[in-house]
T-cell receptor, first 112, second 112 residues
Framework: ETGVTQSPTHLIKTRGQQVTLRCSSQ?????VSWYQQALGQGPQFIFQ???????GRGNFPPRFSGLQFPNYSSELNVNALELDDSALYLC???????????FGPGTRLLVL | SQQGEEDPQALSIQEGENATMNCSYK?????LQWYRQNSGRGLVHLIL?????REKHSGRLRVTLDTSKKSSSLLITASRAADTASYFC????????????FGQGTELSVKP
């Protein structure tokens, strides 16, 4: 167990809806990164938050947005859901931009 | 886009045998890491090797890095059924916000 928690564990939405996923980082970690993992693929970096500010973004459209709170927990919001957004969403926490990231169990999103 | 490519995509061996997985990457790196994922759950960090290191050991794991060939290998010795999982290499490029760039993974099956 890494100490990183995510909620919910599973979610079903329909196309066009909006979704919010939540992540609590490991104690003492001030950086949260979000990844999208499609079936059979490696995780793809969405963005990273360090001390409540976005600190890097991958190749994802603006309808993917995020927040980090003063307690370093984080949210991932996805608007106007598309079928291709169906995936496992992983968050990972780390200390600063240290190399090792500690992953939560993920939220599996299905868009119908 | 994926930074790394892993080979083989799938590997099936008997308990007690050794398993070798290879990873190639495209750009200069600060470090390379290997992660393990059980059945679409969160990733667990296994080992990190820095760009100025050539080989590293951790228990039954041995990692090598050849920066001239932009490749790495992960060797698991005396495999066990519990080693059955997907294994991913991940590189980190610090001028891109400390994000991890994953390969597509090797699915390892260890038969008792």
């Amino acid at each position: 167990e890494t100490g990183v928690t995510q909620s919910p564990t599973h979610l079903i939405k329909t196309r066009g809806q909006q979704v919010t996923l939540r992540c609590s980082s490991q104690s003492g970690h001030n950086t949260v990164s979000w990844y999208q993992q499609a079936l059979g693929q490696g995780p793809q970096f969405i963005f990273q938050y360090y001390r409540e500010e976005e600190n890097g973004r991958g190749n994802f459209p603006p309808r993917f947005s995020g927040l980090q709170f003063p307690n370093y927990s984080s949210e991932l919001n996805v608007n106007a859901l598309e079928l291709d957004d169906s995936a496992l969403y992983l968050c990972a926490s780390s200390l600063g931009t240290g190399p090792i990231q500690y992953f939560g169990p993920g939220t599996r999103l299905l868009v119908l | 886009s994926q930074q790394g490519e892993e080979d083989p995509q799938a590997l099936s061996i008997q308990e007690g045998e050794n398993a070798t997985m290879n990873c190639s990457y495209k750009t200069s790196i600060n470090n390379l890491q290997w992660y393990r994922q059980n059945s679409g759950r969160g990733l667990v960090h296994l080992i990190l090797i820095r760009s100025n290191e050539r080989e590293k050991h951790s228990g039954r794991l041995r990692v090598t890095l050849d920066t001239s060939k932009k490749s790495s290998s992960l060797l698991i010795t005396a495999s066990r059924a519990a080693d059955t999982a997907s294994y991913f290499c991940a590189t980190m490029i610090y001028n891109q916000g400390g994000k991890l760039i994953f390969g597509q993974g090797t699915e390892l099956s260890v038969k008792p």
